[in-house]
């Protein structure tokens, strides 16, 4: 074929991009939902041309055509590969080819067509123009596919939004996304998914300032299996659903508001599936910074729905995950907020369904402020409570109804106080009826000073700690303390009155064999009951220990002085006080009085004395009651069972006489009188300062003035140090405040 001067006239330029995403911009027309597709609309467009020659004249015949897209009108860069056109028919100068483009093309970037013919190149390049509706989509537009690649995406490099959905109907939805298949599968109302180390999946924002309802983002899954919304974050510190509610004013906003109408229905489902150490990932990350604001809100309706549910599934390596995490920056903001309206239902509910030895949370709580609560929990119900924690695992291994931990200096593990006339602090209830050991509260302290209770109660009749247990072996409350100077149990009775009594601890057993307190002491130096009387003042009414009614002691009863006391029989405003008479040995004795017969008696001593009183060591006296007796009187038998008297000389008088039977306690004559000492040298889990302070009472002057003759004691009162240095003994800090001992009363 010769060369030729040709001249291409574009006629006309047909653009139809068959796209592979069903873009809904309103529901479709009604009859249209349920049409199968026969097929898809081709990748191609439709161009028209003319020919002629240099002379303006039409040609007719077939020709070789080859066709390129490029991204400018002079140079640039060629955009896909040749489009060959061989042996295209002309018929006076007409003709019309179809041309596979790549639809990756037609991204919104201005293109040029570069056409040759016969192998001329034409100049210049023709530009590619939409049709005038191109340029924008009918309202009630809908297309639909059944590719597996996204039938409709949008990328914007610029700061602008990729897809940006708007509407100004209070009822309106900016964007709307909706899963409809009702089988098995998951699918989703909406997939976003934000892979930048900041990026997010779904970013959502509710502008309206008027008084109706109106959503940053609003989705719906009527599926089985569907999710209203599912934010997925691949990245290391990235967001698969975050909510922000910046409106400072006195309404409530809510950076996430999600509801369950379903009976099992879930508001908000998290899921943190980053597997990688040291990386946190949140199921759900939620901040508020209102004054007023709420992190999440979670409302469930239903019969059992749960307002917010949080799941964190990962159990291999250190990271931290969590089913939900909120935080709150704002004054009076939370950084969680459940509220369940339904009969049975739960406002916030947690739980760790991890098998292995790590330790997982249902829910996880930290307060790092001053003044901060990691859990803050009312009840306002008449039979409401604030917290309850249910531990319903039945292996042999420790499970918690609650666990609470305080590291801080000042920490409490729990805080619980009773403002209410017959309020309870804390409760606790063992209601196991087995043969096993349960607790109505179980309270341990490993601190130095830890307390394993404080409890407080300024209600007129409350209760700092009660406890109550109906098992077997229930124990109403038990405390432990393993630390240093830890209290297992620890009561304080604050009241200011004048006359009315105030109970650091006040424990009642009703039961017929029941116990009011039980102490137990299992240490080389321990103390099952420990009371302290520290009272700096001469006067004797306080005391480390008073019982009213009789005490009882099984071993040994160690006092430095012991008294009778006894009222005045005349005199009320005295009282009677006898020191005990004290001895090297465990002495008992039994006297009586009686009567020579011909110069000799013999008495019979009662059988309780010689059922205690060992058989060797026994001494007698005899004291003459009247003249008769020629001689002196002297014992010639003496015996735990009786005794003989007998005149000297061969007397036989019928004088009377009083006797006196002294003798050891039987299993108790080895007696020693000195041994070492472990009542008076300086306890070291208390202060220096407190054991010196503690003998400079003016009560304690004589104990004082002992401990100094002997050396533990310098002149001054203050401890030797030298004595306890030779003695090896372990002394405490020198002073109170070098144990950091904090009262709790100033917590």
């Known amino acids: ?80 590969s040749d489009i060959v056109k061989n042996n295209v028919s002309v018929n006076n100068g007409l003709f019309t080819v179809d041309l596979d483009v790549p639809q990756s093309a037609f991204n919104g970037q201005a293109l040029w067509l570069r056409i040759q013919v016969g192998g001329q190149w034409l100049s210049p390049r023709q530009e590619l123009l939409p049709v005038p509706y191109a340029l924008g989509l009918k309202p009630g537009v809908y297309i639909e596919g059944d590719s597996s690649n996204p039938i409709f995406s949008a990328t914007n490099s610029g700061s602008g939004d990729g897809i940006r959905g708007s509407t100004s109907n209070p009822s309106g939805h900016g964007v709307y996304g909706e899963a409809t298949n009702s089988g098995d599968v998951r699918n989703y109302g909406g997939f976003f998914v934000a892979n930048g180390s900041q990026g997010r999946g779904v970013y959502g924002k509710a502008a309206n300032a008027t008084d109706e309802v109106n959503y940053g983002g609003f989705f719906y899954a009527s599926g089985v299996q569907g999710r209203g919304v599912f934010g997925q974050a691949a990245g290391s510190e990235g967001i698969g659903v ?110 760790a369904d991890n098998n292995g030895d790590g330790e997982n949370r249902g829910g996880y709580f ?164 420990y009371g302290k009387d520290s009272n700096t003042g001469l006067v004797t009414s306080s005391w480390a220990g008073y019982f009213e009614g009789d005490a009882y002691v099984t071993d040994f009863f160690a006092a430095f002085r012991k008294s009778l006391v006894q009222p005045h029989p005349t005199d009320p405003s005295k009282e009677i006080v006898y020191v005990c008479l004290e001895g090297g040995e ?69 004088a009377r006489f009083d006797y006196l039977v002294m003798g050891l306690r039987r299993g108790l004559e080895a007696h020693q009188a000195i041994q070492e000492n472990i009542h008076f040298k300086p306890d070291p889990s208390k202060s220096q300062e407190e054991y010196e302070q503690w003998l400079a009472n003016p009560k304690r002057r004589s104990l004082q003035k002992l401990l100094i003759e002997n050396g533990i004691l310098t002149p001054d009162g203050e401890i030797n140090q030298e004595t306890a240095r030779r003695l090896g003994w372990e002394l405490g800090p020198e002073t109170k405040a070098e144990i950091e001992e904090i009262s709790p009363r100033e917590l």
Do not use: C
Request: charged share 15%; hydrophobic share 35%; proline share 2%.
């Open 1 to 80: 074929m010769k060369t030729r001067n040709i001249l291409l006239i574009l006629a006309t330029l047909l653009l139809a991009l068959a796209l592979s995403v069903v873009a809904l911009a309103e529901p479709p027309a009604p009859g249209t939902a349920d049409v199968a597709l026969a097929g898809i609309v081709a990748s191609k467009i439709s161009y028209q041309g003319r020919l002629t020659d240099a002379g303006g004249n039409p040609l007719n015949g077939s020709y070789n055509l080859v066709f390129q897209l490029w991204d400018d009108a002079t140079a640039g860069s060629q955009v896909g």
């Open 242 to 351: 975050k909510g922000w509610a910046s409106d400072e004013g006195d309404v409530y906003n809510y950076g996430g508001h999600f509801i369950a109408s379903g009976s099992m229905g879930t508001g908000v489902y998290g899921e943190a599936s980053n597997t990688a150490d040291g990386r946190i990932n949140y199921g759900g990350y939620f901040k508020a910074s209102a004054s007023g604001g709420t992190g999440v809100y979670g409302e469930a309706s239903g019969t059992s729905g749960d307002g917010v549910v949080g799941k964190a599934t990962n159990t291999s390596g250190d990271a931290w995950n969590r089913g939900i995490y909120g935080e709150s920056e704002g004054g009076h903001g939370t950084g969680v907020s459940g509220i369940a309206s339904g009969i049975s239902g739960t406002g916030v509910s947690g739980w």
């Open 366 to 529: 930290r307060a790092d402020g001053t003044s901060g609560m990691g859990v803050l929990s009312r009840a306002l119900g008449e039979m409401g409570t604030g917290v309850r924690g249910e531990a319903i695992s039945t292996a042999d291994v420790v499970n918690y109804g609650g666990y609470f931990q305080a590291n801080g200096k000042q920490g409490r593990g729990v805080y619980a106080r009773a403002t209410g006339e017959r309020g309870q602090a804390v409760r606790g209830e063992a209601t196991n009826t087995g043969d096993v050991i349960n607790y109505g509260g179980y309270f341990k302290a490993n601190g130095r000073q830890g307390h394993g209770v404080y409890g407080e109660a300024t209600g007129e009749l409350g209760q700092g700690v009660w406890g109550f247990a109906q098992g077997k072996y229930g124990r109403g409350v038990l405390g432990s303390a393993w630390g240093r100077g830890g209290k297992g149990v620890y009561g304080e009775a604050l009241d200011t009155g004048e006359w009315d009594t105030s109970y650091g601890g006040y424990f009642i057993a009703q039961s017929e064999n029941g116990i009011g307190v039980y102490g137990e002491s299992r240490g080389d130096y321990g103390r099952a009951v």
């Open 586 to 654: 465990n002495g008992v004795y039994v006297r009586g009085s009686g009567q020579l017969v011909n110069g000799r008696a013999e008495i019979e001593i009662p059988e309780h004395f010689a059922l205690i009183a060992a058989k060797e060591g026994l001494t007698a006296q005899v004291t003459p009651k009247d003249s008769k007796a020629r001689g002196y009187l002297y014992v010639e038998e003496v015996s735990p069972e009786r005794i003989v008297v007998v005149e000297a000389g061969g007397g036989n008088s019928d």
